[in-house]
Each structure stands twice: as structure tokens, then as C-alpha cells.
């Protein structure tokens, strides 16, 4: 079993940046990948960033590059979400996510809600 429990998420002005958290835990964590996906009202949940299928690298959504900031503090188990220059689109729930590969989550964490006004 893994848990997962982000944080950091509020409402911030377009332009703004917010920093996310998710603390992850478990005996079976070695076993898995973390990433970030998002899910808009009305919309279908998707990737944002993570560690790709291969443990090699970062991927990051089109969206994301440029303005977001996957890392991770392996002595924390911890990994981070760094938002920068927000839009309103960017307006979702956040969810910290543990995979062996980013297509078919294993676990998922509550959620933290960001809300970008214009």
C-alpha cells in the first residue's frame, strides 16, 4: 500500500505561483513512480509532471513546460509541484499520483484544490 497526501494548494491571482506538496508513504513506495496529474471541471483528470516509465528522467505535459517544476526530496519522500506564472486554466484539482507507469495510476492522493482568478 502506498498514501499519499498533498498540500498547498488556494486560490492565487493569474500570474501567481504556488508550491505543492505530497508527502508520500508506504511499504511498497520503491516499487513506484510519482508524478502530478489535474482534473478541471467538466474535464477528464491528466498528467502534468512525473517521473517517466523508465525512472530516468522528468515528463512534463505541454502545458507544464516552461512554467511548472517537478522535484523530489527522496530523503523526505516527498515530491514538490512548483507552479509559476498560473492561468486561469490552470485552474483544477491536483493530484499527487504513485505508478509504474504514468498511464495506469496505482495510487492516488485526495487532491488539492488551486484556483487561479483573473
Known amino acids: 500500500q502506498v498514501q499519499l497526501a498533498e498540500s498547498g494548494g488556494g486560490l492565487v491571482q493569474a500570474g501567481g505561483s504556488l508550491r505543492l506538496s505530497c508527502a508520500a508513504s508506504?511499504?511498497?513506495?520503491?516499487?513506484?513512480?510519482l508524478g502530478w496529474f489535474r482534473q478541471a471541471p467538466g474535464s477528464e483528470r491528466e498528467f502534468v509532471a512525473g517521473?517517466?516509465?523508465?525512472?530516468?528522467?522528468?515528463s512534463y505535459a505541454d502545458f507544464a513546460k516552461g512554467r511548472f517544476t517537478f522535484s523530489k526530496d527522496n530523503t523526505k519522500n516527498t515530491v514538490y509541484l512548483q507552479l509559476n506564472s498560473l492561468k486561469s486554466e490552470d485552474t483544477a484539482v491536483y493530484f499527487c499520483?504513485?505508478?509504474?507507469?504514468?498511464?495506469?495510476?496505482?495510487?492516488w492522493g485526495q487532491g488539492t484544490q488551486v484556483t487561479v482568478s483573473s
Open positions: 499520483a504513485a505508478y509504474i507507469v504514468p498511464q495506469s495510476v496505482n495510487y
Open positions: 508506504g511499504g511498497t513506495l520503491r516499487f513506484y513512480k
Open positions: 517521473v517517466n516509465w523508465s525512472g530516468s528522467s522528468t
